[in-house]
Each structure stands twice: as structure tokens, then as C-alpha cells.
């Protein structure tokens, strides 16, 4: 349904993107196909099934059906460069299925310094434990990056930007240290989506997403995915198979739907993002506003340059060296949920002490009064602006009582 024309905006592509028409038949989506046995007409169907690993061909459960192949198709048609997309059950299983995609024993991994926890963890357990070493570097220190290689370094896991401190890095020319020194380089991708960041485009190998987050977009359902080029396409493909990753048909199509409004939900939360970030940043308790669609925010340059959008994650730190006042501020307040994850409808808070996950770099960095340390990482969602800087303003006050 794209032939005519150029090149559409987000929205057109959202819309239309993974609904071909022989998985919707006649209605706008595909129907959720719960299978686990494909049946073949006879036995010489049943020796040609297996053929073609590809999606769009029956085989077995396990290679999906047309509720999960539209959804691959769809998230490989919003990231430019991709040839295909490998699903994951969550967004963790993407980044493990990716890495184990492209390591073996022996490889040195370099890792960003502002990576997820749960991938420093695998990094430093799963990863080491199978004979992958695991360096971290520090994302903003270009000139250093060619030293952090030797002829051992095979992978670069990237994240931008690092979603608990987001210091935007320059992607495209790590990336493209990367590849000069002939190493993969892989993106968690999943704080600006394809539709923030191209990654591919942007000179990453592999680009990675939580589904979880912006996709799902309504907190109740875990997914992961993972794209690339035709080269990475099929090494994730051979090693997802391998190991038995399959993603279900009824999560497959509350992706799709959550897919759908994606674009809006992202031009919505990023704006009410900066409405906040603006207000914070003019508050006495703020040391510093971590949101780099802010003007006054650290990275905000790279992610003009390198960005076309944002999305309603970004972090605070406060003034006060005191945990426990981070901890009264998300106590304080009502309309923001406690809890991890984040890209939903609804707002949540996270009181976040980010020095405990850094080894190669200091938290908080040199330049910085070392008292200001402890903040809140804000997920913000679509409720209305004023309502939720009302929310802020009493978790302020609460902060302040002992
Ligand atoms: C949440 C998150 C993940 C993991 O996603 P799950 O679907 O919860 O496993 C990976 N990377 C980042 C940056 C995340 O915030």
C-alpha cells in the first residue's frame, strides 16, 4: 500500500506500515493467529514448508504467523537501512539475543558507560561467564575511543541517550569508529525509537528497542526488537531461532495497535517533557535538568543535530546531597506512579542514585559540584501539563519537610 509517491511523514507510516493484505485479509488488522501447528495439504507441502526461513512462509509456531510477521514488517518499515526485525519477548532478550548474535568466546565487548543495568549485568555475568570481556568506556570521550580498541574488540553496545543520566553521545562518529576498527556496533535505540533516531542510518550495525516502552505504550506488555542490515539481519534471525525466541500472538497485536498512535503519544510527551524540564529548571531545589530536548540541557546540541524527536524520559538532579529528599519528592506526589519502566499513557517518577552503575566515568561528572548526585528520573505520559506541574510543586514542598 506505499507505491506511489516519495517518501511519507511518521504518522502515514505508522498507519500503514505491516498491514499488507494478505495477513489482514479483509479487515484494517491482521487477526491475532494463535498457532502453534501449521498444518500442510500433504507430505510433499509438508517438505517444501521448511524450505524458505522466512517470515511470511507457514512452518511452525515457533517462526510466528501473520500477527507477529506484520509487526516485524512494520518496526523494519520505520527504521531506514533495515532489511528485517527479529522480535523478543522483552526488551533484555533483544539486547542478550543481539550480543550472543554477534560474540563468541574470546571477543572483547566495549560498553557504554551509561548502558541499562540490566546490560552491564549481563555484560559483566552471562557475557563474561561465556568467555566475552566486557570494557566500559565513557560515551563523551570521543578522542579517548580509538584507544578503548584492540584486535580482540568485536562489539560496541551503545545507548543513547543512556536512560537514567541522558548524556547524548555522537553516535555517528562512534559508530563509525566502530566499523574503521571492524567491530559491530549495536544501539539500545529504545528512548527515541526509529522515529527520533534513525540508528541505522546513523552508522549502528544493529538497532535494539523495547517494545515494552513507546510500542507498547500502555504498561501492559514486555517486547523486544531487534533490526539491521541483511548481513546482522540473518545473524539475529539464525541465533533468535536457536535459541527458541517467539513472541506471542496477543502481545504481537498490542504492539501493533500501541504502534499505531506511537507518533502521537511521542509529539505529546516530549512536548509536556519540556513544559516540565522548563519548569524544573527555574526551581531552587534543581541543580540540574537532564532532558535533552531542553536548550539548557547537557547534549542538547548533539540531539538537535542528530535527532528529530524526543520522547517523555528525562531526569532531575537535586541540589541537596540527600537521597531521602529525592525519596520524599516521589512520595509527594500523586498523579506520577512509582515504578520502573517507562513510555506508557500514564506518568510515573523513580528516585535514581545513578554513581552505584558507573565504573569507567564518575558520577556526578568532574565539571560538576559533587554534592549534586541524587535526582528523579521522570517517565511523563498524557495527562494535562498544568495538572502534572501542579504534581511537581507538591512533591517539592514534601521534599523540603523532614
Ligand atoms: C526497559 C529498558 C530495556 C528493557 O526492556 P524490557 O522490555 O523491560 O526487558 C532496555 N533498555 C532500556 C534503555 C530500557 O529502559
Redesign the pocket.
Known sequence: MNSDGGPKGTNTQLTAAGRRAEWTGPVVNPPVWRASTHLYPDTAALKDGGAANEDGRFFYGRRGAPTQWALADALTAIEPGAAGTVLYP????A?AGALLAVLKPGDVLLVTDNA?E??RVMANGLLHRLGVEARFFDPLDIDGFADRFCDRTKAVLL?NPG?LTMEVCDVPALAAMAREKGAVSLI?N??ASPIGFPALERGCDISIM????HVGGHSDL???AASGGDRWYRRLRQTAQALGQVVSPDDAALALRGLRTMGLRLERTSATALALAEWLADRPEVAHVLCPMHPGSPGHDLWRRDFSGGCGLFSVIFAADDARMAERFVDGLSLFGIGF??GGYESLALPIDPAAIRTATSWPPAHWDPAHRCGVRLSIGLEDPADLIEDLARGLAQMEQK
Not at 90 to 93: D, E
Not at 210 to 213: D, E, H, N, Q, V
Open positions: 522483552s526488551g533484555v532478550a539486547i541499562y540490566p546490560s545507548e536512560s539500545d529504545t528512548w523495547s517494545l515494552t516502552k514486555l517486547m523486544g519502566s517507562w
